[in-house]
């Protein structure tokens, strides 16, 4: 008998016990009221445009952005770009070693193959006063090449050896004019004597103007966080295709290694000079013929300058074109900040319609869109009144 009670008793309970589960599970339904039980939608799948289609149902969901897939499969596509590009690249890839006089110097740095001919493109610092060139191919074969033609203002040379077609493989140029900061960068080459090192990175700045020893400035520069080191001179700077967009040419640094910023002469401006290297020996590099300040708003106001933005020219080179077409340089000595200047002169502020900002704009123009012997036309103030004089471009002498 107690047996039967205490059964009758927990019986009552679990009929509580499920009613009041199932008012809780829809509030304000009675036990008579409660709705079936649904399927338990408990699997998804997604479709590539980013919906989400639920199992069991008939209807989509719209997410902000895919499901991830396999969280390796963008670094290994990644992997796998670069150990291709390494493969087709690295045999155009050559390193460079040199002697100067009396066997006791010398300097060592990359190049790459321009042509079946044995044509090798490096910096002009790496053969610069060579007595004997030897270039060794990514297969091992050394050779002993011949110095074609060299430009200092540009930092470029070629050099040629003879060698079988077999062993010569030309690399792919791109566009440098079509770079954008952020696009990858990756450099191939022998830095510290490490034959075929390649390294990468992002195009980290363009356009740069950097003043050489000589005065005179690399114009329209590559900027790199890929890491350059001695002896990666001469090597090619690649896109992710593997073209070449740059020749990667100095660091910047303290400690005369890497410091995440590196430089390459544009391949735009090897296309330019390296033929006429080929060609004649030599590279002409338009000259206009006088030094000059870029003026800011700072500079404007210390000297009550009409203008913000221009070049004030400081010297006209003597017998220079500038000089034969009557622009004038500065006549009194002043200091701006510390800085010596001689004022009183000209002032820049177009050169064929194009507007001046400052000096390395000036040379960046003079650059691209110049040659030797071709007339431009500089708009200029000269005591408050705007001129146009017109100068007829010269070779810039050997530095």
């Known amino acids: 008998m107690k047996r039967y009670i205490v059964a009758l008793g927990l019986g009552l309970l679990l009929v509580a016990l499920l009613s009041w589960g199932l008012m809780v599970q829809w509030p304000g339904a009675s036990v008579g009221e409660a709705a079936p039980l649904q399927p338990i939608q408990v699997a998804a799948a997604s479709l590539p ?69 044995g044509h090798i493109v490096t910096n002009n610092h790496v053969v610069e006063s060579a007595r004997r060139i030897l270039v060794t191919f990514a297969d091992g074969i050394t050779a002993e090449a011949e110095l074609v033609g060299a430009d200092a203002d540009s930092d470029l040379a070629v ?73 990666n001179s001469g090597g090619p700077l690649l896109d992710s295709h593997g073209r070449v967009i740059g020749v990667t040419t100095l660091i910047y640094s303290n400690s005369g290694t890497n410091a995440g910023v590196g430089f390459a002469v544009p391949v735009n401006t090897v296309k330019r000079v390296v033929p006429s ?7 002409a590099t338009p000259w206009l013929g006088i030094q000059g300040t870029g003026i800011t708003s700072l500079l404007a106001e210390a000297l009550d300058l009409p203008v913000e933005q221009g070049v004030l020219v400081q010297t006209v080179v003597q017998g220079g074109p500038a ?77």
């Open 49 to 117: 445009d980013g919906r989400l289609v639920v199992a069991g149902g008939e209807k989509t969901v719209a997410t902000p952005t895919p499901l991830p897939g396999d969280p390796l499969a963008l670094a290994y596509a990644e992997e796998q770009l670069l150990i291709e590009l390494y493969e087709r690249v690295s045999p155009s890839v050559v390193y460079i070693a040199s002697t100067t006089a009396g066997l006791t110097g010398g300097s060592a740095g990359s190049g790459f193959v321009w042509d079946t001919d």
């Open 159 to 231: 050099i040629k050896v003879d060698a079988p077609a077999s062993r010569l493989h030309p690399v792919q140029l791109g566009d440098s004019d079509a770079l954008r900061v952020g696009q990858r960068a990756i450099a191939i080459g022998n830095p510290f004597g490490f034959e075929q090192t390649m390294t990468t990175g992002i195009v980290s700045g363009l356009g740069r103007v950097v003043r050489q020893q000589s005065g005179f400035s690399l114009p329209q520069l590559i900027q790199t966080d890929a890491a350059i080191n001695p002896g």
């Open 323 to 399: 000089a034969k077409a009557g622009l004038r340089g500065g006549i009194r000595q002043v200091r701006v900040e510390g800085t010596p200047l001689t004022t009183g002169g000209d002032i820049i502020v177009a050169i064929d319609d194009t507007a001046v900002r400052d000096m390395d704009a000036l040379i960046v123009y003079l650059a691209d869109h110049t040659s030797v012997g071709q007339k431009v036309t500089l708009t200029v103030l000269r005591e408050g009144a705007k001129r146009s004089v017109t100068v007829t471009l010269g070779e810039r002498p050997v530095s």
């Open 277 to 283: 290297l080929i060609a004649t020996g030599r590279y």
